[in-house]
């Protein structure tokens, strides 16, 4: 089993910055894929950032320019450096990891409000 314990979220006014980590720990044989979704009320759950082992990413459109997605493989950790920061980017954040034989796990999701 692989735990993802994340963190780094909060209120935050519109323009700011604000950066999410999300570590994994467990047994652990290889992480493939790490990265972010994200939840508003009301809507579906949707992809934020992905990246791989060897750094290619991958980001949403409505994200992209203003988010970076990056992990640290030897602690197993990805962060999401969120910045100009807008009202629709409130929602809840999840990471997720994906692990190379037991396949994806999710973290417990933190709270990111943009709000003035």
């Known amino acids: 089993q692989v735990q993802l314990v994340g963190s780094g979220g909060g209120l935050v006014q519109p323009g700011g910055s604000l950066r999410l980590s999300c570590a994994a720990s467990?047994?652990?044989?290889?992480?493939?894929?790490m990265g972010w979704h994200r939840q508003a009320p009301g809507k579906q759950r949707e992809l934020v950032a992905t990246i791989t082992s060897g750094g290619n990413t991958n980001y949403a459109d409505s994200v992209k320019g203003r988010f970076t997605i990056s992990r640290d493989n030897a602690k197993n950790t990805v962060y999401l450096q969120m910045n100009s920061l807008k009202p629709e980017d409130t929602a809840v954040y999840y990471c997720?990891?994906?692990?190379?034989?037991?396949?994806?796990?999710w973290g417990q999701g933190t709270q990111v409000t943009v709000s003035s």
């Open positions: 997720y990891a994906n692990e190379a034989y037991t396949g994806t796990y």
């Open positions: 467990g047994t652990i044989f290889k992480i493939n894929a």
